[in-house]
């Protein structure tokens, strides 16, 4: 069973488009976090939620918005979506705030 | 100032042979975490190990250990017989007030 998983794991589309990804963890952690890793590999929090709640949101452009509807869940919407946000997006989650990180696949975002 | 420096970008290592990835961190936190991952090209990234900044024993995992050394703010990683399979990069990180900070990586290279 995948512990963290996240859909779609490659998405190509246009600029100006807004676009979704999922996350879900089975691990049954309170806290869940999103990262943009750019093309030169580095990593950077966005955000993170614990028990649902916001918790870290990190200077991000207010077209990302984050999603929790449960506590196994956290989705990231990204409207008019532009070429720099061309990233891989991972999802992770911890047992709890500031535990050990186990990330997603990720998904690999190209915007034309 | 930096919250983590890997000043390896690049490093080759003969198969069988051990290597250490340098890593050091930046904090006035008493109580903070460091972890490294290992990012294969296959793109997922792995929870290689943790060290606590309480922990008094350096921490092994297998034939990963990390060389802790709290008065210089460093958390090397040694792989010991670095087998093929060891080539990726590798990302230190750091929790602190319980906010997440990697380093750039390095890139390993395993040589047969």
């Known amino acids: 069973d995948t512990a963290v998983s996240q859909t779609p794991k490659y998405l190509v589309t246009q600029m100006g488009n807004d676009k979704s990804i999922k996350c879900e963890q089975n691990?049954?952690?309170?806290?869940m976090y999103w990262y943009k890793q750019d093309s030169k590999k580095f990593l950077k929090i966005m955000f993170s939620?614990?028990?649902?709640?916001?918790?870290i949101n990190e200077t991000v452009p207010n077209r990302f918005s984050p999603k929790s509807p449960d506590k196994a869940h956290l989705n990231l919407h990204i409207n008019s979506l532009e070429l720099g946000d061309s990233a891989v997006y991972f999802c992770?989650?911890?047992?709890?705030?500031?535990?050990?990180?186990?990330f997603g696949p990720g998904t690999r975002l190209l915007v034309l | 100032a930096q919250k983590i420096t890997q000043t390896q970008p690049g490093m080759f290592v003969q198969e069988k042979e051990a290597v250490t990835l340098d890593c050091t961190y930046d904090?006035?936190?008493?109580?903070?975490?460091l972890f490294w991952y290992k990012q294969p090209s296959s793109g997922e990234m792995i929870f290689l190990i943790y060290?606590?900044?309480?922990?008094?024993q350096n921490a092994t995992e297998g034939r990963y250990s990390l060389n802790f050394q709290k008065a210089r703010k460093s958390a090397n990683l040694v792989i010991s017989a670095s087998q093929l399979g060891d080539s990726a990069m590798y990302f230190c990180?750091?929790?602190?007030?319980?906010?997440?900070?990697f380093g750039t990586g390095t890139s390993l290279t395993v040589i047969p």
């Open positions: 992770a989650s911890s047992q709890v705030v500031g535990a050990t990180q186990y």
């Open positions: 691990l049954g952690h309170d806290t």
């Open positions: 939620y614990n028990n649902k709640e916001l918790i």
């Open positions: 904090t006035s936190d008493q109580s903070y975490g």
């Open positions: 060290q606590g900044s309480y922990d008094e």
């Open positions: 990180a750091m929790r602190e007030y319980n906010q997440f900070y």
